[in-house]
């Protein structure tokens, strides 16, 4: 019985002697924490300006959110008497509001330089246009007009005098005049050009080959480009017809002075800022 007890006591002694006692356990976490909260003590207990420059120029620059003249922290320290507050913050805030600043006032000044661009060249546009309609005795026949925005000029051109009623085909005695319009348009050889076709709001006829107002104004515009094309030398490729039908009346259609002002095609020559 003594030899079996001695063998019981030896083994577990053996046992016990194989892994590290319980407290040891406690007491590496307990290192660790240690040793991270020192981590971080270090960490906090400077700020490299540099780099805190660059981050705090790069969120204004991006996104705008701190403004010029402001100070984002006042007098004393940051978190401890061991992180001392960055020097001359309010220089920094300030730079930053100026270049976020700025760079709205360049957009805008972009903005108006091109608006104003616009209005120069459709205005020399203008002129010239004016000035040959006069040389062709055109202007009883046409209506010379700019965009708002200084995108294009406009020439319009009354239905009536082109086409007959429900008809898409240029009358004969219209085409001296229509050749003297394509002659200026051949000034503007590459520009963008637009030939857009109204009416009135009278229906069209059942016996008509159009089945609506818009056709028939689509059908004015197409032909009236294939006549530029073939016998004034236009690149189709800078031609585009649209139709409106009645959706776009400049006069009253109740009376007939006002059906045959809708009734009409117009032009629009692009400048070279919105040729493309």
Not at 131 to 156: C, F, P
Not at 158 to 176: D, I, K, N, R, T
Request: charge should be negative; hydrophobic fraction near 35%; proline fraction near 2%.
């Amino acid at each position: 019985m003594k030899v079996v007890r001695k063998l019981a006591k030896k083994q577990k002694q053996e046992e016990q002697a194989a892994g590290a006692p319980a407290w040891m356990a406690t007491f590496s976490d307990l290192m660790n924490l240690l040793l991270c909260f020192f981590v971080l003590l270090f960490a906090m207990s400077s700020v490299d300006e540099a780099k805190f420059q660059e981050l705090a120029s790069s969120f204004a620059n991006r996104l705008s959110i701190l403004s010029g003249g402001r100070t984002s922290i006042g007098e004393g320290q940051l978190i401890n008497t061991g992180v001392s507050q960055l020097n001359d913050l309010d220089e920094y805030t300030n730079d930053m509001g100026q270049t976020s600043d700025q760079t709205g006032e360049d957009v805008l000044d972009l903005h108006e330089q091109l608006e104003q661009a616009n209005k120069e060249e459709s205005e020399e546009m203008y002129d010239d246009i004016s000035s040959m309609s006069s040389k062709y005795d055109l202007d009883d026949q046409m209506e010379i007009g700019v965009d708002a925005s200084g995108r294009y000029i406009t020439i319009e051109i009354s239905g009536s005098l082109l086409y007959a009623s429900g008809s898409a085909e240029l009358q004969s005695s219209a085409l001296p005049v229509f050749s003297r319009i394509g002659d200026i348009l051949k000034k503007y050889k590459g520009y963008r050009i637009a030939i857009i076709g109204h009416t009135d709001n009278v229906p069209v006829s059942k016996r008509s080959r159009y089945g609506s107002n818009r056709e028939l104004s689509c059908a004015r515009a197409n032909t009236a480009a294939d006549y530029l094309v073939e016998k004034k030398g236009l690149d189709p490729a800078d031609i585009e017809c649209i139709g409106m039908g009645e959706y776009e009346p400049i006069a009253d259609n109740s009376t007939t002075e006002g059906r045959n002002m809708n009734r009409r095609i117009e032009i629009r020559i692009y400048n070279t800022l919105n040729s493309d």
